[in-house]
């Protein structure tokens, strides 16, 4: 079935942008959707449709989608945004949901 | 506001069974599809099944299929996951989350918001 990728940590200082990728085969045929999980919490939607934001997400948060990689980019981080980052798709050949492996966040 | 709460995990041995369900509250639930999403201790999360509002299309990841069935009270404002034949692996946090699109399927969906969860430990 089909496989995201997902770099396992991401660091960055506040202030500064961090970006977190999700590698899968034409993923930009693909719509790729963000979820926010701080620890203990549930997870919480941050970007839909590569690049929508849902209501009460800070325009901090954004996402792109082309070819094999989408990307969520998150500027000037604060303390507050470190947690874990899904990135997930719809596979049609399998009719499944398919979430990445998760990435964590630090900010340093 | 959108609450959704999920109740029923607990301890269990394997090849046994145990129903969870999610009750729904701040929403038409019967026009939304709904999903059970699962996480590993300290890993990460899996869909596990979704179900259309109106129960006409429902789907499995493959690693339940055939164990699990979803099914939904729209009257009670219910979600049910019916889990038979529980592996170790399945030990994980369930849980319930609604799609933000009107009367659609389960296909081509994601998830907000999700509820707290319940967790479900199989082991003997």
């Known amino acids: 079935s089909y496989v995201l990728t997902q770099p396992p940590s991401v660091s960055e200082a506040p202030g500064k942008t961090a970006r977190i990728t999700c590698g899968g085969d034409?993923?930009?045929?693909?719509?790729v959707h963000w979820y926010q999980q701080k620890p203990g919490q549930a997870p919480v939607l941050v970007i839909y449709?590569?690049?929508d934001r849902p209501s009460g997400i800070p325009e901090r948060f954004s996402g792109s989608n082309t070819g094999n990689t989408a990307t969520l980019t998150i500027t000037r981080v604060e303390a507050g945004d470190e947690a874990d980052y899904y990135c997930?798709?719809?596979?049609?050949?399998?009719?499944?949901?398919?979430f990445g492996g998760g990435t964590k966040l630090t900010v340093l | 506001e959108v609450q959704l709460v999920e109740f029923g995990g607990g301890l269990v041995q394997p090849g046994r069974s145990l129903r969870l369900s999610c009750g729904a509250s701040?929403?038409?639930?019967?026009?939304?599809?709904m999903h059970w999403v699962r996480q590993t201790p300290g890993k990460g999360l899996e869909w596990v099944s979704g179900?259309?509002?109106?129960?006409?299309?429902?789907g499995y990841a493959d690693s339940v299929k055939g164990r699990f069935t979803i099914s939904r009270d729209n009257a009670r404002r219910l979600l049910y996951l019916e889990m038979n034949s529980l592996r170790p692996e399945d030990t994980a946090l369930y849980y319930c989350a609604k799609s933000p699109t009107v009367r659609a399927g389960y296909a081509n969906d994601w998830f907000d918001p999700w509820g707290q969860g319940t967790l479900v430990s199989v082991s003997s």
């Open positions: 701040g929403f038409r639930f019967d026009d939304y599809a």
């Open positions: 034409a993923i930009g045929s693909k719509s």
């Open positions: 997930q798709v719809w596979d049609g050949s399998s009719d499944q949901l398919i």
């Open positions: 179900i259309s509002w109106n129960s006409g299309s429902i």
């Open positions: 449709y590569d690049s």
